[in-house]
T-cell receptor, first 111, second 116 residues
Framework: TQLLEQSPQFLSIQEGENLTVYCNSS?????LQWYRQEPGEGPVLLVT?????EVKKLKRLTFQFGDARKDSSLHITAAQPGDTGLYLC???????????FGKGTSLLVTP | EAQVTQNPRYLITVTGKKLTVTCSQN?????MSWYRQDPGLGLRQIYY???????DKGDVPEGYKVSRKEKRNFPLILESPSPNQTSLYFC???????????????FGPGTRLTVL
């Protein structure tokens, strides 16, 4: 199993603040995915990053894939209460079939 | 509507009583998988299937069985459930394999299982 470590585990901020969530591994991944999960629901894909150094933007969310394809980050600008949720990174194993998840970052944005 | 459905959504059972959690997708996806989610441990893959009659173990397969007789269905079977299998279970499907742009995993709503 290729381990993915996420930090921080918990994050509580006020509306309007910026934040960054990290996903690190000692293994190289062909791609990494970021999901968001809300209470009582299954995870929903936000983005897939494939190329080392790639940066993708989704409104106020910016995702970056490390040059060595071992790490990724998620940056949220001007967080809103609607951003509250569990953010998960995931990467496919070298075989390409098994998807490994990090333990997640639980984000709470208060008004 | 494209979706992954799971049944039941909630289940309380007793140790040793065989149970099946069903999973069905209507997107003609080849790849399906089961995960369990536990506090502090995150999402862990139990089994996955690349196509009909093709399944393989994930990280935590002990105590579980699966079958893939039809493309749309991927049931999870607990032959003799134990309390350590109390968890939140998710089924997921995707069109492709290997993390490419086509490999969005679509998750079901989850099944909360309690084994007494």
């Amino acid at each position: 199993t290729q381990l993915l470590e996420q930090s921080p585990q918990f994050l509580s901020i006020q509306e309007g603040e910026n934040l960054t969530v990290y996903c690190n591994s000692s293994s190289v991944f062909s791609s990494l995915q970021w999901y968001r999960q809300e209470p009582g629901e299954g995870p929903v894909l936000l983005v897939t990053v494939v190329t080392g150094g790639e940066v993708k933007k989704l409104k106020r969310l910016t995702f970056q894939f490390g040059d060595a394809r071992k790490d990724s980050s998620l940056h949220i600008t001007a967080a809103q209460p609607g951003d509250t949720g569990l953010y998960l990174c995931a990467g496919y194993s070298n075989s390409g079939y098994a998807l490994n998840f990090g333990k997640g970052t639980s984000l709470l944005v208060t008004p | 509507e494209a979706q992954v459905t799971q049944n039941p959504r909630y289940l309380i059972t007793v140790t040793g009583k065989k149970l099946t959690v069903t999973c069905s997708q209507n997107m003609n996806h080849e790849y399906m998988s089961w995960y369990r989610q536990d506090p502090g441990l995150g999402l862990r893959q139990i089994y996955y299937s690349m196509n009909v009659e093709v399944t393989d173990k994930g990280d935590v397969p002990e105590g579980y069985k699966v079958s893939r007789k039809e493309k749309r269905n991927f049931p999870l079977i607990l032959e003799s459930p134990s309390p350590n299998q109390t968890s939140l279970y998710f089924c997921a499907s995707s069109h492709g394999l290997g993390g490419g742009p086509a490999d969005t995993q679509y998750f079901g709503p989850g099944t909360r299982l309690t084994v007494l």
